[in-house]
């Protein structure tokens, strides 16, 4: 008897932003975090400011994260964003905005392109630019760890005013520690009810050997509940035309 194939199960994973759903109390918890990242880290004359989203563990929501919080920072006057894709085993940041992956990151990392090509305009979006992933290497580790990372941040600091870079959950590989050198800051995102404390302070103490400097903890798809409270607010602030 022949046996039928199981077909894979195509994934229903969206890739939303609060730009295509507009919730109020995430776009307002966004710009808090946007103050607060402005506001901890000094700024320097001709560089950039550098900020880190990672996690300890996959599925946290840091890519979501990462970009939303990009958008936020793009939506100010006169403040020009590059969003990089740093997860050079399970890209996904392009997928957010409709862009193509086949150059990027990994590209510019190996020498096989410019700067200017590796770099992708974001539509609906004036002030904000993503560097994808590019072709997902079989040595990461090694490109993230080379001396062509200096280069990069050389040329960021030339042409953008704040740099925001996904990276991979510290707990499942090395990634995202070579490049915290580079960067001002480093946030995690963890998942409420999720992640447990354990592994959370494991990537925290890998983070601190490498000499990060952690900026907070971002809680990521929090109990409704919580905001209950809140709801009046939403409600107020919105206006006549958007009831």
């Given at each position: 008897?022949?046996?039928?194939?199981?077909?894979?199960?195509?994934?229903t994973r969206t890739f939303n932003t609060i730009l295509k759903n507009p919730v109020f109390r995430v776009v307002e918890a966004y710009k808090t975090l946007r103050t607060n990242m402005l506001f901890s880290v000094p700024a320097v004359e001709g560089r950039s400011k550098r900020f880190m989203f990672t996690s300890a563990n996959p599925s946290e929501g840091k890519s979501t994260t990462s970009a939303n919080t990009a958008i936020t920072f793009a939506q100010q006057t006169d403040v020009k964003v590059l969003l990089i894709d740093a997860d050079l085993r399970k890209a996904t940041l392009h997928k957010y905005f409709g862009l193509s992956a086949k150059k990027g990151l990994s590209n510019f990392l190996a020498g096989q392109d410019t700067f200017e090509n590796c770099i992708q305009r974001v539509p609906d979006i004036e002030n904000l630019y993503l560097m994808a992933s590019g072709v997902l290497p079989p040595n990461p580790s090694e490109l993230l760890a080379g001396k062509q990372m200096e280069v990069l941040f050389e040329e960021l600091d030339k042409s953008f005013d704040v740099v925001i870079i996904d990276t991979p959950p510290i707990n499942v590989v090395a990634d995202a520690l070579s490049i915290s050198p580079f960067v001002d800051g480093v946030t995690m995102v963890a998942t409420d009810n999720k992640t447990?404390?354990?592994?959370?302070?494991?990537?925290?103490?890998a983070l601190k050997v490498a000499d990060a400097r952690i900026l907070g903890v971002v809680l990521n798809k929090a109990r409704t509940s919580n905001y209950k409270t809140r709801q009046k607010y939403s409600n107020y602030y919105r206006s006549d035309d958007d009831k």
């Open positions: 008897m022949f046996k039928l194939k199981k077909t894979a199960k195509k994934s447990t404390y354990n592994e959370l302070q494991d990537a925290v103490k």
